[in-house]
């Protein structure tokens, strides 16, 4: 049994795989990354049966927390079930902060926060941002302090897909990059180490300033949010505010009042880079 | 977004001038429940209605993508202002035609609906549809 | 605990730990009972002095809504 360790923002992982290959290749792309030495989450991946160890070996994740009736995938694509696995525990068991599905960066302390459902660009968005000046927080998940409110790092390896790989590879000259993984069940994916600034300040919060509901392939377009809608689409963002009860609400409905909110539409990353320019000028 | 109208009577005096409250229907709900993600949720759905098309598109037709369109454009279906209750617009969600609509009519109001956007009239029903499935 | 926001209301209920998300009329009737013991009828005598509505079925509007919010444990049916 193989075993990885890393941490990211607040929360310690530990992988362990039968098969060395996808752990190596995350020990790569995390090289930069803090090594913890108490695991908050114990995560495997496992053969799904001793003959598919070795003949088309295919990748079940198994862990602290579980979702029944998950695929599995090919070892190829075992980096990306060690993400998953990854992503699956802080959604299932995370509670020391709000968890939202999210993307966020930093300007001069203030976090400004996307979010909205796969396709949007929220990844893509806050990838793009945290080359162009912005600190990358993370694509996946913003985790909101439950006293503070402050918004908490959580910058993993970047999951860009299909044609966001092609927009970054040219944004990011520098930039360190996965293997490429053609035809998941998401389409073609390809990770994107954070920038050294993301990794080296990785334990620093921000303010919430603005939240973006980001929607890509419209014409640009800007438009006001109200609370009540806000904390309705947060609600649904987030997989553990039922859990946390009245800490949750509270941290929740003090977010929706005290940070203005955008639905904003556009059509690249240069409209979308322009709005965010312009309602961080007004509103942050 | 505020759907309250104020109707000032010259026959009341100022301090006995009072908001209009929407009571809704008995039969429809005012209460949703905040479920985890990834459970089902069963609760009902909101007292509100949603006009097709609201204020801002009136007089206008609506194409077969629930798209505004002018009056003649070919193809397109007329629309007056009709309302229709948040539980008539998750049942249409799930394949049934709204009332009084023919089935193209109905897939053409059910996208103008989904395409409805913050500050438009409808958009929070809409929106707390989506949080009861 | 309830917050008020834009147009709607936000009710955390500590005994359950659900947030129940409320819209017109059923914050304003939970305003208007207070801490007391309400028929329908006395509950709409209550909202009529604020406000203005249709009172032609507002006893039974209102009856429907005190029904959700006693089945949410939001408020407690008294038997007389």
Redesign the interface.
Known sequence: MHEFRVQVGPAAFRIGSQWKRPLDQLAELYRDYPVPQIPDYSVRLESVSLLRRFIRPSVAINGDYM?PDAAPLPLEQGLLAAEMAMNLQMALGWRRHVLLHASAVEKDGKALIMTGQSGSGKSTLAALLGHRGWRFMGDEFVLVDLESGDAVPFPRLISLKNEAIGAMLATALDGRFGPLMPSTPKGDIRHLVPPSDAIAHMARPARPALLLFPSFGFDAAV???????V???L?????N???L??KG??TL?RF??TVPAR?IDYRDGIEAEALVNQLWAECA | MDDDTKSPNPLNSPTSRRRALMLGAATASAIVSVRPALAQSAASVMNCEIPVPGPHGTGMNIDSYGKLVPRDTPGSFPATGQKFTGEQVKAALRGRSLPGTSYDQSQAYVNYIRRLQSGQSGFTCYASLQMSR | MVTPLDSLTLVYQRRSGITHIVAEPAPEILAAMGADALTADEVAQRLAAQFDFDSAQAADIIAARLNELADLGLVERCYA
């Open positions: 979702l438009r006001e949010v109200g609370p009540s809608e904390f309705m689409r609600t649904q963002a987030s997989t505010y039922v859990a009860g009245e609400f509270s409905t929706v009042q639905a």
